[in-house]
């Protein structure tokens, strides 16, 4: 039997979604309550295998209860289950290391096939959600296209980039000189062929060339 505990501030959606599942002859639903100190609370008391755990909550919101939990009881499969499928939200949910992400316009069969799924180390996506991803990849792939173009154009060195990253962080010289374990001297030297390797006048606008062409990070 799986043991599903539902997380939602909204008791009408929490008791549809338990009666639900609970329809269903290998699941077993159990209320994990309406906000994410009552999640934390009840995974120690009701063991959960899965938990469906609402994002938007009082006190404590679901991405958070998923942190704690996931660092007390790593075996514990968590799914968001949300009206919200904005990219901050998708995003911190994944970097908290849910299980899955779905919507709550999901068809009772679809969400039932998401339990038994994620139960069993599959990870569930929303188509929407999954678009998402796939945009941020797409752009991802593009910086770090513009960013190898503009290395391989200019000859950067690794230690070339290295000071230009520092000066968009608004260092000076000597700063940049403790940083890297230079004198502030060889710094200031660097920085010159950098502007002549570069073509530029100053530092200004050897900060808005990186920005330009993603060497920022």
Sequence with gaps: M?????VDDQMLLKQTLLFM???DEEIIAVDGGKDGYEAIEKSSSLKPDVILMDLRM?????VEATKYIKEMYPSIKIMILTTF???QSVFKSIENNVDGY????????ELIIAVKAVYNNLYVIHMNTLQILKEEVVRIIKERKNN???????????MEIKIIRQMVNGKNNKEIATMLSFTEGTIKNKVSKLLSKL???DRTQIVIFAIKHNLTC
């Design 102 to 109: 779905i919507i709550k316009d999901i068809k009772p069969e």
């Design 2 to 6: 799986i043991r599903v505990m539902v």
């Design 21 to 23: 599942l609970g329809q």
């Design 85 to 87: 499928e904005d990219e």
């Design 148 to 158: 190898n173009d503009a290395i391989d154009q200019y000859d950067l060195s690794p």
């Design 199 to 201: 073509g530029l006048k």
């Design 58 to 62: 009082p006190k404590m919101d679901g």
